[in-house]
């Protein structure tokens, strides 16, 4: 495609050169035309004049002049000569000086008579009409090489016109064919890095293009395949340690429950509150390993949700009362703001993630605070809050609180410390629901703020009632 449109440059250009040099040709020759036959009338008139003068005179100085003008009328033609081979005026411009001549071997004989001078004066009329002739065609040439100027740069103009709207159409298929290949190409390695920054793994990463974008999408799949590993490595280090620290903490659950059983003997007061502690901080232990599971699982995607309509309070009493030793132990109070509404969800799921905030509540709210749990429904999904009077997120680490890992500065409280993936088995949750939980800026309460939205894709029993009623 790019050969036609080389080719029309280069007609193009040779065209406007070839123009410039005529156009160029043509001025000179016109001025020299112009100058040469000024030059040629004056020097006719120069020659008519001496020539009558030596009528009157009969001087051997006006014979002198009237052979220095025949010389320079020679030099004249001589020089107009390229001039008249042009315009086919050879002929016509040597009848001029031979006519010259034979006035002037005329007017120098010896035995001259007056019929003679008489005639050769009479001459003068004739070429006086030859010199007119020989600059109208001149001129004539002139004019015709300038209208053959004007025909060609019309012509160029009429063909360059052609090509350009032959052209037009064939440089915008072009364009056209280098934006698709080049935008498609684009968009995929866009798509392929925006799913390594979701941690898409799975799907391996294919573009077809030119050679350097082909080669870029190579080199991405390569560190998609080594993302891949790293991902299946961790997962399987966090499968091994969750099953390898749950066999250890079922022995000390087991002891601790046969202890407050009084299997082994009646614990005195004293003794059974630390017993108490001790089996707390057990199922605390046991709630962050099935965490890492939890998570896990989420990363090689092996679960899937088991959608059931349950009533979204009594799951909150549920988690609430599992949680009673440790809001008890930090005298934080409890407020659950709930409506009694049906729910459709992972009733395991919404379990966890009400769990995981609330645990991640008492840790961060001071001694003597309360937290607040609230539950309502709108018209295309229900909506959790959860809201404290801890010290807050500060505004440095809120956009990474969702990270695997992730611990902020903020000193925490409790017996045994996070491992930072509460909040991102949190997210992982509601994701998995097609919903979204935010970190809410609000002047309500002192710490933080979560909002959950969860859509609700059909009707829940409660809700056709409702519908029916």
């Known amino acids: ?88 005026t050879t002929a016509l411009a040597a009848s001029i000086g031979a006519s ?118 190579r080199q991405l799949e390569w560190l998609r395949l080594r993302l891949l590993e790293l991902a299946q490595e961790k997962n399987k280090f966090l499968r091994h340690m969750s099953h390898e620290l749950k066999t250890p903490l079922a022995n000390i659950r087991e002891g601790t429950e046969l202890l407050l059983d009084g299997t082994v003997g009646e614990l005195q007061q004293p003794q059974r509150e630390v017993t108490d502690i001790l089996r707390m901080n057990g199922l605390k232990l046991q709630q962050l390993i099935e965490n890492l599971l939890s998570f896990s699982a989420w990363q090689t995607k092996t679960e899937v949700l088991t959608l059931t309509d349950f009533p979204i309070r009594a799951l909150a009493i549920s988690v609430a009362k599992a949680q009673r030793l440790a809001l008890k132990a930090a005298h934080i109070q409890l407020k659950l703001e709930i409506e009694d509404i049906i729910v459709n969800a992972d009733r395991d799921k919404i379990r ?59 000193e925490q409280g409790g017996q045994v410390g996070g491992t930072g993936i509460g909040l991102s088995v949190v997210l992982e949750c509601i994701q998995a629901h097609e919903g979204s939980v935010e970190l809410v800026d609000s002047d309500e309460f002192s710490g933080a703020h979560f909002r959950i939205d969860i859509p609700q894709k059909r009707a829940t029993a409660q809700q056709k009632l409702a519908a029916n009623a």
């Open 100 to 217: 010259a001549r034979r006035i002037v071997t005329t007017l120098e004989r010896a035995d001259l008579s007056d019929d003679d001078e008489t005639r050769a004066i009479a001459e003068f009329a004739l070429l006086r009409q030859r010199v007119t002739e020989l600059t109208g065609t001149l001129t004539s040439f002139v004019d015709t090489e300038l209208k053959n100027l004007q025909a060609n740069t019309r012509r160029a103009q009429r063909i360059s016109a052609w090509q350009v709207a032959a052209l037009v159409p064939g440089t915008f298929i072009l364009v056209l064919f280098f934006i698709v290949l080049v935008a498609r190409p684009i968009r995929q390695l866009d798509t392929a890095i925006h799913q390594l920054g979701q941690s898409g793994f799975s799907k391996p990463i294919e573009v077809k293009g030119p050679t350097d974008l082909e080669r870029l999408g």
């Open 1 to 88: 495609m790019g050969l036609p449109l080389l080719i029309a440059v280069i007609w193009a250009l040779v065209n406007i050169d070839r123009l410039a040099e005529q156009s160029e040709r043509l001025v000179f020759t016109g001025v020299a035309a112009a100058e040469n036959n000024r030059l040629l009338v004056e020097h006719v008139g120069s020659l008519e004049r001496v020539a009558r003068q030596f009528q009157v005179l009969d001087s051997p100085e006006s014979l002198q002049l009237l052979r220095q003008d025949l010389s320079t009328i020679e030099a004249q033609l001589a020089e107009m000569a390229p001039l008249n081979e042009q315009a086919a």
């Open 352 to 410: 966890t993630v009400l769990d995981n905030l609330l645990s991640n509540a008492i840790k961060f709210t001071p001694k003597g605070g309360y937290i607040t749990i609230r539950a309502q429904q709108t018209p295309s999904s229900f909506v959790l809050e959860f809201g404290d009077t801890g010290p807050g997120i500060p505004d440095e680490e809120s956009p990474r609180i969702f990270e695997a890992f992730f611990q902020g500065q903020t």
